[in-house]
């Protein structure tokens, strides 16, 4: 899922203490599957909100929404009544819901409510971890199904760098395993250790972000 | 075609000479007078100096003009390369500058997360965006591509081929153990001429990964230089031990730093008796030897080693 977490809330009030009737909407997709952004999480914050704004001396009052998926049009269509009776609008869903808004509802100021840092998967309750890197040039093929871009400090494709720990953790994070050492333990699980032994040659970053803004036409689909 | 530079470094080691490199960590400063008064201490006791590249994500002044001061000193560098500040664009413009300015010997690392320059009294740079377009492994390729087939990663022609001995590292304890040897396998077959290797403690251990290196035939295809770091105190140790990967420090040596009267004086003894062991050990080619912010005490410790003077000093 696409993961987010909330902004602090004084980054929150800063942004909307000079509007006077704000709509806070969320998204039942990834955000709430990551707890940031859900109905549950909206109607968390919107509370903390108008509480922290009331402590600077800001009335602001704030309505709700949460859409199946800030991120399709048809729903984002659902919140256009709302939106005309407010002069600001909190997304708590992820970079593209806050963005599909801001486009569809322009020129209403549209805030991110959320920070959207990665691409994770729940590993138990409350914990998540990055997963992948939408790095456009997946190579999990040759890694034994675990991502080195995504769970490599530094992206390493040809094993791990000096920086293992003696626990097989990673050096940046005493809780993160060190994903070159899980690669060589499932590749000599599986007795095929000699498929890591060829030198892999610099990376294609150009389909991810590096190559520019993505846009993807398929005319099959047109 | 092969055109490996004659360095000081390459003909000590291809005439079969005990190799000796040492480290030089460029100033948090834009003076270079610092790093003129290490090279002055230094002139003449190794083969060639490492020049580190903002080692953990510390800015310091750059290795390729570092190393420039220490090549104008007549002290032969050896220019680190990390991976983490710059894509294949710029690390390649900066090879062809580099050799421009007479730089001969490069070693090729990955390099620490930039976050490791907020580990200690320092705020480094934790927010910074590291750029990890190739890895160290990569890196040699590039250079190698350079040299012998005078070709950019990309395809495109340089005019003539840049002359580099290529250095690589090994740490030879870091988990997961059994692919240490694989990895350092594919440095070598990726064009690393000579191997740094982590500090190393432990010369019996260090022997028998050395023992698989030469049933792998690597010890033919690359000089290997296992890493010595002066041990100052028996608090120095026991961090190492304990905080840097891949450095395994024995418990007697540990016990025995810190019932030595004169620390200091213990750490030179451990030192010249790592540098022995390691000459008895088959297939070693030398040794990289490092004194951290001390490097005033080499030119004794190499002396007393029985290493001087050096084959291509006057």
């Given at each position: 899922m696409i993961f987010a977490e909330w902004k602090p809330i004084d980054e929150l009030v800063d942004k909307l203490k000079a509007h006077s009737k704000v709509l806070l909407v969320g998204c039942a997709t990834c955000v709430a599957e990551c707890a940031a952004g859900g109905e549950k999480e909206v109607e968390t914050l919107a509370p903390l909100l108008t509480m922290a704004l009331k402590k600077q001396g800001h009335a602001v009052e704030i309505s709700t929404a949460t859409l199946e998926k800030q991120c399709e049009w048809e729903f984002v269509e659902e919140l256009a009544e709302k939106v005309s009776g407010v002069d600001a609008v909190l997304s708590i869903a992820c970079g593209i819901g806050v963005q599909a808004l801001s486009e569809r509802f322009d020129p209403m100021p549209v805030y991110p409510g959320v920070n959207t840092s990665s691409l994770t998967i729940r590993e138990e309750a409350g914990v998540w971890a990055g997963r992948c890197a939408a790095c456009g040039d997946c190579v999990l093929g040759e890694t034994f199904g675990l991502c080195p871009i995504a769970r490599c400090a530094k992206s390493l494709l040809n094993g791990p760098c000096g920086g293992t720990r003696k626990d097989g953790k990673c050096e940046v994070d005493a809780d993160v395993d060190c994903i070159w050492n899980l690669i060589v333990d499932r590749a000599d699980q599986r007795g095929q250790l000699e498929l890591l032994t060829e030198v892999k040659k610099s990376k294609n970053w150009s389909g991810s972000r590096h190559g520019g803004p993505k846009r993807v036409v398929r005319e099959d689909l047109r | 075609m092969k055109t490996v530079p004659e360095s000081n470094l390459s003909r000590t080691l291809a005439a079969g000479k005990f190799a000796l490199t040492a480290e030089v960590g460029p100033p948090r400063?834009?003076?270079a007078a610092e790093v003129i008064e290490k090279a002055k201490v230094l002139k003449g006791v190794a083969d060639a100096f490492n020049v580190t590249d903002n080692q953990t994500a510390v800015v310091r002044m750059s290795s390729i003009a570092a190393s420039k001061v220490l090549l104008d000193e007549g002290l032969e560098p050896v220019m680190q390369i990390v991976c983490?500040?710059?894509n294949r664009i710029a690390i390649q413009s900066d090879l062809l500058g580099a050799s421009a300015l007479g730089m001969r010997n490069v070693l090729c690392l990955s390099g620490d997360h930039q976050s490791a320059g907020a580990g200690g009294k320092l705020n480094g740079h934790p927010g910074a965006k590291n750029v990890f377009d190739v890895d160290s492994i990569q890196l040699i390729s590039i250079v190698k591509g350079l040299r012998d087939d005078a070709v950019q990663d990309g395809g495109d022609s340089v005019s003539s081929p840049v002359p580099f001995f290529i250095g690589a590292a090994w740490t030879p304890f870091g988990p997961p153990e059994k692919f240490r040897t694989i990895r350092l396998a594919k440095k070598i077959a990726a064009g690393a001429d000579f191997i740094q290797t982590q500090a190393v403690y432990d010369m019996k251990r260090f022997g028998e990964a050395m023992r698989r290196t030469e049933d792998m035939g690597l010890t033919e295809k690359a000089a290997i230089l296992p890493g010595i770091i002066v041990p100052r105190s028996a608090g120095m140790l026991k961090y190492m031990n304990a905080n840097v990967p891949g450095i395994e420090v024995p418990d007697e040596m540990i016990a025995r730093m810190k019932d030595a009267k004169d620390a200091k004086a213990e750490g030179i003894k451990i030192t010249l008796e790592l540098i022995d062991a390691a000459k008895n050990l088959s297939g070693v080619k030398g040794v990289h030897l490092q004194a951290i912010e001390?490097?005033?005490?080499l030119p004794d410790i190499i002396k007393a080693a029985g290493l001087l003077p050096r084959p291509g000093s006057n």
């Open positions: - | 400063s834009a003076d983490r500040d710059r001390a490097e005033h005490l």
